[in-house]
């Protein structure tokens, strides 16, 4: 969704500079309002032209389980007046990247057949940061069609040590 991501880019930024002084708070704050976004009847409803943009607020702020700062409830208000609500989850990856590379981290996604311990976790990431030359947030998702190892998503790289990988590419030499 390039359409979106154009978008997004301004609001991102213009929080970004506005919140710099606490950019983690606004970073709970924004990564809440983008998941509560994302759901498909509140969408609906903030399209309805019978609704306010004050009933559509209304309604967001009373399901954030987080407080909004003043800063906060100005940009909510904001990004809906301009009819922006669609928009929130990509707000939230571009202001997310931002903050990553004022702090020099990147996202790293760990794709796992099974779930991997907190200790186990934390030996991973310090095998990956000297991997990939940099901090990294490191999260944890299940993919049980990798069968076995890990598939690492940092940015546009990707690190595939999965049996799945590996079948794949017994098949290709098999075949050729």
Same mark, same amino acid.
């Given at each position: 969704?390039? %359409?979106?991501?154009? =978008?997004?880019?301004?609001?991102?930024?213009?929080?970004?500079?506005? $919140?710099?002084?606490?950019?983690?708070?606004?970073?709970?704050? *924004?990564?809440?309002?983008?998941? =509560? $976004?994302?759901?498909g009847q509140l969408q609906q409803f903030a399209s309805n032209p019978k609704v306010s943009?004050?009933?559509?607020?209304?309604?967001?702020?009373?399901?954030?389980?987080?407080?909004?700062?003043?800063?906060?409830?100005? !940009?909510?208000?904001?990004? =809906?007046?301009? &009819?922006?609500? %669609? #928009?929130?989850?990509?707000? @939230?990856?571009?202001?997310?990247?931002? +903050?990553?590379?004022?702090? &020099? *981290?990147?996202?790293?996604?760990?794709?796992?057949? !099974?779930?991997?311990? #907190?200790?186990?976790?934390?030996?991973?990431?310090?095998?990956?940061? +000297?991997? !990939?030359?940099?901090?990294?947030?490191?999260?944890? @998702?299940?993919? $049980?069609?990798?069968? &076995?190892?890990?598939?690492?998503?940092?940015?546009?790289?990707? *690190?595939?040590?999965?049996?799945? @990988?590996?079948?794949?590419?017994?098949?290709? #030499?098999?075949? @050729?």
């Amino acid at each position: 969704m390039a %359409e979106l991501a154009t =978008i997004a880019r301004p609001y991102a930024e213009a929080l970004f500079k506005s $919140a710099n002084a606490d950019l983690n708070a606004a970073a709970v704050w *924004l990564d809440e309002l983008a998941v =509560i $976004a994302q759901n498909g009847q509140l969408q609906q409803f903030a399209s309805n032209p019978k609704v306010s943009s004050a009933q559509v607020y209304d309604l967001i702020a009373g399901l954030m389980k987080v407080a909004l700062s003043e800063q906060g409830k100005n !940009f909510l208000r904001t990004v =809906i007046d301009n &009819g922006r609500l %669609e #928009a929130l989850p990509e707000i @939230a990856v571009a202001f997310r990247a931002l +903050k990553n590379a004022k702090n &020099g *981290l990147s996202d790293a996604v760990v794709y796992s057949a !099974f779930p991997i311990d #907190a200790a186990a976790l934390t030996e991973v990431a310090a095998t990956l940061e +000297k991997r !990939f030359g940099r901090k990294l947030n490191v999260s944890v @998702a299940l993919d $049980a069609e990798l069968i &076995g190892g890990i598939r690492v998503v940092v940015g546009d790289e990707v *690190l595939d040590t999965s049996v799945k @990988a590996r079948l794949e590419q017994m098949k290709v #030499a098999l075949t @050729a």
